[in-house]
């Protein structure tokens, strides 16, 4: 079995087991009441048609637009900077999955009614220069920064860094921003009742399979590369 493949069944596992955990509590309510347990299309029909979702899936998803935002500004730094073409390349990458990531996580959100980070490179941009706490665009009411998340310091070398200088800097603060939303994920699944919905199961299962996939090609591409 792949690693990707050993992820989704790890995943799926957790999810299923929350699931089964669920309707067996549904079950025996419903004996006590004498009332047939909802099946999860009638749940979703109460709730206007949308499958059932937790807090920790919605600051889940509030984070990690500010966080995909903040890779989407990193990336835009390769052109300007005189990234290698292969760094040029892996940046631009970032910048479409992510940018689409953002899309997917915003309509998620507002089909829902929850609060919306900007998540664009403005925001995060005057974020970074005001010096501010990078959680706190997700919307959790977390304190400190989000797993990852590159600090004023970092993004300040990052940004003024140029070629192959700009190289080793991206690929080691990338290596560093990806494995903090793998842990986000992580985070994520060991919330009682989270990414039962079946969109957010299938994301957060892209994010790290993905996510996984680039961090390994990084870590070679890192090695040919000296220090700074």
């Known amino acids: 079995m792949s690693a990707r493949a050993t992820l989704r069944h790890t995943l799926r596992v957790a999810v299923l087991a929350s699931v089964t955990l669920l309707g067996a509590c549904a079950s025996g309510s419903a004996a006590t009441s004498g009332k047939r347990p909802l099946t999860p299309a009638q749940l979703a029909a109460q709730d206007g048609g949308i499958p059932p979702y937790t807090k920790a899936d919605?600051?889940?998803?509030?984070?990690?637009?500010s966080h995909h935002a903040q890779a989407v500004t990193m990336s835009s730094f390769a052109d300007p900077n005189r990234a290698s073409s292969e760094v040029r390349v892996?940046?631009?990458?970032?910048?479409?999955?992510?940018?689409?990531?953002?899309?997917?996580?915003?309509?998620?959100?507002?089909?829902?009614?929850?609060?919306?980070?900007?998540?664009?490179?403005?925001?995060?941009?005057?974020?970074?220069?005001a010096g501010m706490d990078m959680s706190s665009m997700g919307g959790g009411g977390s304190s400190g920064m989000m797993p990852g998340m590159l600090t004023t310091a970092q993004m300040d070398?990052?940004?003024?860094?140029?070629?192959?200088?700009?190289?080793?800097?991206?690929?080691t603060f990338m290596i560093q921003h990806h494995r903090g939303a793998i842990g986000m994920v992580d985070e994520l699944m060991s919330a009682k009742g989270a990414a039962n919905d079946d969109d957010v199961f299938k994301f957060v299962s892209d994010v790290v399979a993905d996510q996984s996939t680039e961090i390994d090609r990084m870590e070679l591409m890192l090695k040919s590369r000296p220090r700074p």
């Open 90 to 129: 892996l940046a631009g990458r970032i910048t479409v999955a992510q940018t689409d990531e953002i899309a997917f996580m915003k309509t998620w959100l507002s089909k829902r009614k929850q609060t919306v980070p900007a998540g664009d490179m403005e925001a995060m941009a005057h974020a970074h220069h």
């Open 157 to 171: 070398t990052l940004k003024t860094a140029k070629g192959p200088a700009f190289d080793w800097y991206f690929l």
């Open 58 to 65: 919605v600051a889940f998803m509030q984070g990690m637009i």
